[in-house]
């Protein structure tokens, strides 16, 4: 008599690594499956668009894929997903020469400024910040890590982690507060 | 350190949380994962048949490589005439405890200068 296959859907995401990491590529479709909404809304804040943050995001599947076998916990998976996708955009931030980047973003955040009254959303507000600056306050508020963590994650230190944070937040407010007016008072 | 985030820049972070269909996604990366399998396989096929044409071109030159330094290693050193202490100290009268003794030497020197 056959096996019966694996409901790799209904098995714990440990077990489901576990194979992924002996070279199973059925499991490893199922932790895609599992993570993917998470790694591509990441990429779609850090990066604003969403062609590029789903290529990023393929890219972080694909890299996981060959250093599987690199995961030393099988319950460690989602924040060594996580390392290997910021990674991956600190990679494509230095290919793409951040610095000529950062230049464009801050001409971007003047002329906004310039628009007073104007709503904006939250993208449109993320894409004022430098890439450094957007990176730490994406980490801080959609991913929910802590300053030590983020400087882990990303190499910076953890000062300069703080005071990007404190300083976005600040120019965040600034210019999402025309928006924020404009939102309807929900109940309490 | 503190880690206070702005209450309001949190609830707008939470509201642009969207669950994305996975099918397409998924779908694209496994292809890449299987040409990614394909060319992981085919390297490994190139190289074991690299291996083996290189074991079958090099099989006559190695063995007769390796006859003349086993045979080099045997060389006697000081050759003596007389065939009865020549056979006794036969294993340390030859190229190889020569070397053996300079690798000890060397080694020797290498601890007491650096470790």
């Known amino acids: ?188 | 350190m503190t880690d206070d985030r702005d209450p309001h820049l949190q609830a707008l972070f939470a509201d642009g949380q969207k669950v994305l269909g996975a099918e397409a996604f998924s779908g694209q990366v496994m292809r890449q994962v299987a040409r990614l399998q394909f060319r992981t396989m085919a390297k490994r096929i190139g190289l074991a048949l690299a291996l083996i044409c290189f074991a079958i071109l090099m099989s006559a030159p190695l063995n007769d490589a390796i006859l003349l330094f086993t045979q080099t290693l045997n060389t006697p050193v000081i050759s003596l005439n007389n065939s009865m202490p020549s056979q006794l100290v036969s294993s340390l009268n030859s190229v190889a405890s020569l070397l053996g003794l300079v690798f000890l030497g060397l080694f020797l020197a290498f601890r007491r200068l650096f470790l």
């Not at chain 1, 951040?98 to 939250?122: N, P, Q």
């Open chain 1, 1 to 188: 008599m056959p096996p019966a296959p694996i409901n790799y859907a209904a098995s714990p995401e440990s077990l489901v690594v576990g194979l992924a990491r002996s070279g199973n590529s059925d499991a490893f479709a199922e932790l895609v499956r599992r993570r993917q909404s998470s790694i591509r809304n990441l990429m779609r804040r850090l990066c604003g668009d969403i062609t590029l943050a789903d290529d990023l995001s393929q890219q972080v599947f694909v890299h996981a894929w060959q250093k599987m076998a690199q995961l030393q916990k099988t319950d460690r998976f989602g924040p060594w997903l996580k390392r290997l996708a910021i990674n991956i955009w600190l990679q494509h931030l230095r290919k793409n020469d951040a610095l000529r980047d950062a230049a464009e973003l801050k001409e971007t955040a003047k002329a906004t400024h310039d628009v007073s009254g104007v709503a904006m959303d939250l993208e449109r507000a993320l894409a004022t910040l430098s890439p450094t600056a957007r990176l730490c306050i994406v980490l801080s508020y959609h991913e929910g890590m802590v300053h030590q963590e983020i400087a882990a994650a990303t190499g910076l230190p953890a000062g300069t982690v703080k005071s990007h944070i404190r300083r976005s937040t600040l120019h965040l407010r600034q210019i999402l507060s025309a928006y924020s007016q404009l939102q309807p008072e929900k109940p309490t």
